[in-house]
């Protein structure tokens, strides 16, 4: 099993470019997140999908776009990169609640920079 | 809402010697309650979790972690530190009901042969 897969590992990008981040998981669980990471911020969360068909705004969501294209799938679309994206995003997967399982399994990132 | 605080930006240790990172926590109800470890470019990997039960949880990598709930706290611990130890660790909350996880800001682990 590959877990969580991310596409493109780094990117640059300039302002006002738009650009979509792939993420993948073939462990077929229900629930996938997209986070932040900054430094001395730890992670925070952009979107989640608690399960195919539907999406939830997490703490920071403005300037995103989420798409869970299926099970396996849930994309991130910056619509017109501002500099202030600059960072690395996280794809995290997971079980449904009540499901006994409850931790999160995490992709290798994407390091995205606007110049 | 929920809050993880990690109040140590760093952590040194000498290899061999026992090495604590600390947690503490804010819910509104009873929290799960996680450990994870990052490694340079690399995405986060899952150490152990607090769910129910005994409130001292075991996991990967010889560490382990309390369950405090008087105290609201969570700290890792490791009896034995080893330079390959050396990482990001970031403690994490779930109130139960919700789905998000909050992150701590993370603490740098520095293990010195």
């Known amino acids: 099993n590959a877990g969580v897969t991310q596409t493109p590992k780094f990117q640059v990008l300039k302002t006002g470019q738009s650009m979509t981040l792939q993420c993948a998981q073939d462990?077929?669980?229900?629930?996938m997140y997209w986070y932040r990471q900054d430094p001395g911020m730890g992670l925070r969360l952009i979107y989640y999908?608690?399960?195919?068909?539907?999406?939830d705004k997490g703490e920071v969501p403005n300037g995103y776009n989420v798409s869970r294209l299926n099970k396996r799938e849930f994309s991130l679309r910056l619509e017109s990169a501002a500099p202030s994206q600059t960072s690395v995003y996280f794809c995290?997967?997971?079980?449904?609640?009540?499901?006994?399982?409850?931790?999160?399994?995490f992709g290798p990132g994407t390091r995205l920079t606007v110049t | 809402a929920q809050s993880v605080a990690q109040p140590e930006d760093q952590v040194n240790v000498a290899e061999g010697n026992p090495l604590t990172v600390k947690c503490t926590y804010s819910?509104?109800?009873?929290?799960?309650l996680f450990w994870y470890v990052q490694y340079p470019n690399r995405g986060l990997q899952f150490l152990l979790k607090?769910?129910?039960?005994?409130?001292l949880v075991k996991g990967s990598y010889g560490f382990e972690a309390e369950f405090n709930k008087s105290q609201t706290s969570f700290h890792l611990k490791n009896p034995s530190a080893l330079v390959s130890d050396s990482a990001l660790y970031f403690c994490?909350?779930?109130?139960?009901?919700?789905?998000?996880?909050?992150f701590g800001s993370g603490t740098r682990l520095q293990v010195q042969p």
């Open positions: 607090y769910i129910t039960g005994d409130n």
């Open positions: 994490a909350v779930r109130d139960r009901g919700r789905r998000a996880l909050t």
């Open positions: 995290a997967s997971s079980e449904a609640l009540g499901t006994g399982s409850y931790e999160q399994y």
């Open positions: 819910v509104s109800g009873n929290p799960y």
């Open positions: 999908s608690a399960s195919e068909g539907t999406t």
């Open positions: 462990m077929n669980h229900n629930s």
